[in-house]
């Protein structure tokens, strides 16, 4: 793309072949290509992620070799994959598990984005691409979680699929639309696997025009400073390549202990019991990654306006570069968008927490404390998750654009290199 | 109007949410351990099959087990696995007890609905033809399949082995309809059942009597069968039924971490070898 | 100290122990998860087990055959008659004629010793894989319909296309009246 590399095809097979399909010469400059060399290890998640999607997409083929779509048949068929498929176990358990790390490093890869300014022009293109593949990995993991045809596969399809209902006048029609039917059925299970195979290909086609758009501007780095000379990168092979690789090891030590002796501990016991459309378990609950947004839906009494304010939450993400006002890319130099930042991470975590609980349950339990603030109690969840949720539309509506407009930064380097070379003369730069 | 319908809706639902949750008690289950237990755990053959024979002759007249077919039991770890008959069909002991099942088949010569023997590739024999018949032999509640029972249950073994053992009589001012028993491991809400003085007790009213008494079973290696032994074995044989590679999956994490922390070191060793003398 | 970006150039310790042995630890790793992604295709234990079958041959009436499905494939189970016992093992003692088989086998190595009133041997002919019809044909075994191979009632070839007599699949008799084939 920009024609970094000194490729020089040597044989005349490589010039015959150079001459008619440069992909080596592709080749040659994707691992020639100049990255910053200060990159540290939040770095290593696009490397992490794509090992990700490429676990998830060759073990969904081979799973999808003994999987049967139909309702009188899935349950068993994922079982019989369980117990007679030679390996089969560990096919499930890596896809499924799969699933849920292939989210905690998408989570990782947006939170180093935001916080080192990587959205920011002339970035934004690589953003929104993100963007889009992370509401794509959304979409396929729902999908893919109804095909066990468990009580949670098919409850959970039901409520979320409800949620179409609560547009006005042509919300009935598209979910009817979308089911196949009046209700989750056989109709909609098939429908649902044929499109669980076909979005991570989409994922992957997005996932290759982000890494172009990537390497337009190049990668930001920790500095948020840009790349000045040559003296500021090193080659992509073996540098990054090495380091990638190492970080992909340690993030499968971790996958391997999920999957090896803890394959449960992810999912929801309720799974295991085979869809029946006339009996709703207890709590209806997604899996951990879509749980910030169902507090969001919760949170809000209104059908719709629970649906709109979801959806916002995701439609902020993507207007984030034009919320941001601030000059300087990096927090590491803005101390006190550092801070919101932070208690941005923990309301986060605190949304997860909010969607795994029932709303009304007490947040204080045996306590006789509260009072009636609304319709519920405010010593309740669905209280907790409406702070929360009013402090992330703050955080991207209010906080963004004031405090980068009004903030007092840190100097920032001049570029990749001083630092360093500052660090062998007397004066250290501000960290 | 649709705006208050869709308001009115959406409270329901959350109340309704709420309140199934709020008054659902039970008791916490029973701290019991097993063999299997824990990344280095493994089932004991014995117990396996002591489990197995209570499933046969206590669980199989109403519980079904869909999913495990008869050669499963002649598999390595499973109760009668034999390594002189790696291909688990040509187990005798599988082949004996298939033998004694007779399942529902079709005569290819007239078309007509028989009983044919079972081999060691058929399902375990279903006590009930279907769903229908099942409930009505029940008192209109459905046995559960127990293929994946111990998976299916929050708290897994531990809570199987509390229900089994932990019928208590209904405390007195406590109404039980007739068909249910009062079990306090049983998640349920009894306040409407509830006529007597002080808390609601925890637990809930469970289709199935108690079935374990002392003896029922007996075993051919000679342990006493009383109600905790009893129970103590079928869990294990239900937890291995559920989850029959667990211990194959464990002892190859263990080689797999291993592996990984090995080439985990390598790799560092690398990365720091190219990058030595780039300041960064 | 700073360093440039000239020092990853041609230094002869880039081909060091360490990256070799990275490079194949990480090759092994791959290969580690490749293998149970090609396993997972061979046949799973419920398929297997049905890769033998266990036949009550008491039903089977004398001159007559059964075909059962093993494996998926028809299986011919015969319950020869004495004529066509002595049809078959006179091929085997007239050189004239055995010389002529296009399959040289005896009747003897097709039949279990003691037991060479049962023939069973997979009904798929040897030429393109139709099932031949049973007693049809000019030596009394099978005719093949798709394109009249002809065997004996030892289910040898005797005219037509096929190469090969039909095969005798692995079986044994646990029984005087059971048989397990495969």
Redesign the interface.
Known sequence: MSGHSTYEPKTAFTRWLDARLPILRFQAELMDYPTPKNLNYWWTFGGILAMCLGIQIVTGIVLAMHYTPETSLAFNSVEHLMRNVPYGWFLRYFHAVGASMFFLAVYIHIVRGIYYGSYKAPREMIWLLGMVIYLLMMATAFLGYTLPWGQMSFWGATVITNIFTAIPIVGNPIHTWLLGGPAVDNYTLNRFFSLHYLLPFVIAAVVGLHIWALHVPGNNNPLGVNVKSSRDTVPFHPYYTVKDGFAIIVYLLLFAVFVFFLPHSLGRADNYIPANPLQTPPEIVPEWYLLPFYAMLRAVPDKLLGVVTMFGSLVLLFLLPWLDTSKVRSMRYRPTMRWFFVIFIVVCLGLALCGANPPDKPLIPNANIGFNLGDNNINSYVWLSRVLTAYYFAFFLIIMPFTGWREKTLPVPDSISTPVLADAGAVAPAE | MLRKALVLAATLGLSLAGAAHAATTSEEPKDVHWSFEGPFGTFDTEQLQRGYKVYHDVCSSCHSMDLLHYFDLGTPGGPFYDSKYPKPSDNPRVKAIAADFKVPDVDSDTGDAIQRTATPADTFKDPFANESAARASNGGALPPDLSVITLAREGGPQYIYSILTGYEAAPAGLTVPAGKSYNPYFPGDLTAQWHGAGPVPKGGLIGMPFQLTPNRVSFDDGVKSGTNQEAYDVVAYLAWASDPHQVERKQIGFSVIIYLLLLAGITYASYRRIWRGIGH | ?????A??AEDP??R?F??V??AA??A??VA?IAW??I????P???????????YDISKVVLGQEVTVKWQGKPVFVRHRTQKEIDEATAVDHDPAQFNGLRDKQTDASRVKPGKAEWLILVGICTHLGCVPTFGQGDYGGWLCPCHGSQYDTSGRIRKGPAPLNLAVPDYSFLSDTKVKIG
């Open positions: 100290m700073a360093d440039t970006a020092t990853h310790s880039r060091d360490i990256h042995a990275a630890g990480a092994g790793a580690a149970p992604m396993d997972q295709m061979e799973s234990s419920d398929v297997l087990a049905l890769s033998s079958i266990e």
